[in-house]
């Protein structure tokens, strides 16, 4: 599974952190994996957790590629 963030709609509201910390993290107030080059691929075990932290965007800004 891959994820890829939207610098244009992440918003630093953490929500994706706080309900998947091992697979999100904020670097100056916003999402870690924005402005990195991506998609990021998540490894295994933790697909189900990139789901909830993506669910949990309030601005759809997590997209997940399979």
Excluded: H
Aim: charged share 25%; with cysteine; glycine share 10%.
């Amino acid at each position: 599974m891959r994820v890829c963030v939207s610098p244009d709609l992440c918003c630093g509201a953490q929500t994706c952190v706080e309900a998947a910390p091992e697979v999100y993290w904020l670097k100056d107030g916003f999402n870690g994996l924005v402005g990195a080059d991506g998609p990021f691929t998540i490894a295994a075990g933790l697909e189900d957790k990139a789901r909830e932290g993506a669910e949990a965007c309030p601005e759809s800004a997590i997209q997940i590629l399979d």
